[in-house]
């Protein structure tokens, strides 16, 4: 069995080598790329699953501070019905496009506020679902301020609009389809779309003001996604009696630790903005601590400030963290059957 296991490596090592070495000529070249494109064509053909649930995907789950490979914040909201994103940070369009979200259904994305790791790919989210055959025009949905962020965004990319249907044609890429409509949201009036309603509610993220999170509840089944900011008394009211709460996390110890070292260095500005940033983040242990106070099945940290990906760095964040607490990973999936109490977790 031994000698059997040894050939049968040494073989599979051969043809790897041998494979290798076959595609510096181009004819193997040629047969390689063609087998490859086909099968990136067929997955993109292939229907998007769409159980009869409410499922999340983490587009991004890192922030503007750290040396990860997270993209910065996105989160994505799906149902059979319904597809929406929540902020949509630099890089996270990317792992939309990676994982084949059926981005023609993309129907709007709800801001949680205007820092930039929150609303850098706004037009890549906005380009990629109207090329792909969205049917109508992108709503951008956020608190005051709002209207002013679509205008700009549109006049900027608007040479760009103009060249691809041009280049492409009316029919295929309707130049009004590329433009983006502003809706602004107020806390607390909710929006209603068929049996998905969302709950905006204000959020402590000042000098970011103003700032709001989300609740999305859909056929029995709930989750908050926080945007950016410390936990006040709407996030308690918010997060209480829903199956995930999605927060930004900081970690305390971490960041100090970024603070003090770069003091020590001579890297004052540096240290200066590790220091300021600590008092309008929500901090691990203040999550921990409301969610003693309130009815939460999960609690799951997204937008990790500072953005990690390194065991140790992941070891402080879980410190003292309770049982039903996780820290979410890129391109990851929350799925919740409609009506039933399960959280099915994939990508962990």
């Known amino acids: 069995m031994r000698k059997f296991l040894v050939f049968s490596l040494a073989v599979i090592l051969f043809l790897g080598a041998a494979f290798r070495a076959s595609l510096e000529f181009e004819k193997p070249q040629d047969l390689t790329i063609e087998f490859l494109t086909k099968s990136l064509m067929q997955n993109s053909a292939r229907a998007f699953p769409s159980p009869d649930a ?34 949509v940070g630099a890089g996270s369009t990317a792992n939309l496009q990676k994982s084949g979200l059926p981005m023609d259904r993309l129907k709007g994305i709800f801001i949680t506020h205007f820092h930039s790791d929150h609303i850098a790919e706004i037009y890549e989210a906005n380009l990629i679902s109207w090329v792909a055959g969205r049917s109508e025009q992108l709503n951008l949905f956020g608190p005051k301020g709002i209207r002013t962020l679509v205008k700009s965004i549109n006049e900027t990319y608007s040479f760009d609009r103009g060249y691809r249907t041009k280049h492409h044609g009316e029919d295929l890429l309707p130049s009004n389809l590329g433009l983006i409509a502003d809706k602004k949201i107020r806390p607390g009036k909710q929006i209603i779309d068929g049996e998905l309603v969302v709950t905006p509610y204000l959020a402590d993220h000042n000098p970011a003001h103003p700032a709001v999170g989300y609740r999305f509840d859909y056929r029995g089944r709930s989750v908050v996604i926080s945007g950016d900011g410390n936990i006040n008394q709407q996030t308690k ?70 953005a990690t990906d390194a065991y140790l760095g992941e070891r402080e964040f879980k410190r003292n963290m309770p049982e039903n607490f996780l820290i979410s990973k890129e391109r990851q999936w929350y799925i919740l059957p409609s009506g039933e109490e399960e959280i099915k977790i994939i990508g962990d």
């Open 54 to 87: 409410l499922q999340i995907f983490m587009c991004g789950t890192g922030g503007p501070i750290g040396n990860s490979g997270r993209a910065q914040a996105c989160i994505a909201v799906i149902t059979p019905e319904h597809f929406y994103l929540v902020d």
């Open 237 to 306: 009211l918010i997060s209480n009696s829903t199956d995930i709460l999605f927060h930004d996390a900081l970690s305390r110890g971490l960041v100090s630790n970024l603070e003090h070292a770069a003091r020590d260095l001579g890297l004052d500005r540096l240290s200066k903005i590790f220091f300021d940033i600590q008092d309008y983040h929500a901090s691990t242990t203040a999550i921990s601590v409301m969610a003693r106070d309130i009815d939460v099945k999960l609690v799951v940290f997204y937008h990790l400030v500072p």
